[in-house]
């Protein structure tokens, strides 16, 4: 064990220094994890930070889902629960690793808010893919997506809408096939 206290931890990046950095979801904010154990707080984004990456500028970029779930303590465990009615929707945001600045990049698609950005992998020509997890809410499920966008903030595509819970996402080695997970269904899906 390296660290521990950590409020629902994910994302993991291993940095050159031996540190790690990765987002806590439930304290909306992202920390560094030293080869020591300790922790420091890198940038307090609020909502729901989930997966990050680093950018071809050095910087982290952030899945934040803006703060769809709520939490259930479970004997010690922190348990996500359904998206809480104050959820307005997530984004994807830029933050500088020295100075902790946030920068919001993306909140809206094609004049549609985002609604729970979750997992992120950049290619190598500088633009990002990141899938979208929908939410559960007190009617149902909305559906979640698969996006591809530019670092600089200039253009995000949707590319496939109606996704059951996609969750994690990755590229093949030669770039040309995009990977992702649908957690509920159990299906990992390649797209050329």
């Not at 989930?50 to 500028?57: H, S, V, Y």
């Not at 729970?116 to 893919?129: A, C, L, M, S, Y």
Request: with cysteine; charged share 20%.
């Amino acid at each position: 064990e390296l660290a521990t206290g950590l409020k629902f931890p994910e994302g993991p990046v291993a940095m050159d220094d031996g540190s790690i950095v990765l987002v806590e979801i439930a304290a909306g904010r992202l920390t560094r994890v030293l080869p020591d154990g300790k922790t420091k707080t890198i940038a307090k984004t609020g909502g729901g930070p989930n997966g990050l990456a680093i950018g071809p500028d050095g910087a982290i970029y952030v899945c934040n889902n803006g703060g769809s779930f709520s939490y259930v303590k479970r004997q010690g465990l922190n348990i996500p629960g359904p998206t809480p009615p104050t959820h307005k929707g997530g984004r994807i945001e830029r933050v500088n690793i020295s100075t902790g600045k946030v920068e919001r990049l993306y909140d809206k698609c094609d004049g549609e808010r985002l609604i729970g950005p979750n997992d992120i992998v950049f290619d190598t020509v500088g633009g990002f893919w990141f899938t979208d997890y929908g939410a559960a809410t007190h009617k149902g499920r909305t559906h979640g997506a698969l996006y591809y966008a530019k670092a600089d903030g200039s253009k995000i595509t949707r590319v496939l809408r109606e996704l059951i819970t996609p969750n994690g996402v990755g590229l093949s080695p030669d770039g040309k096939t995009v990977y992702y997970a649908e957690t509920m269904p159990g299906r990992l899906w390649s797209l050329p």
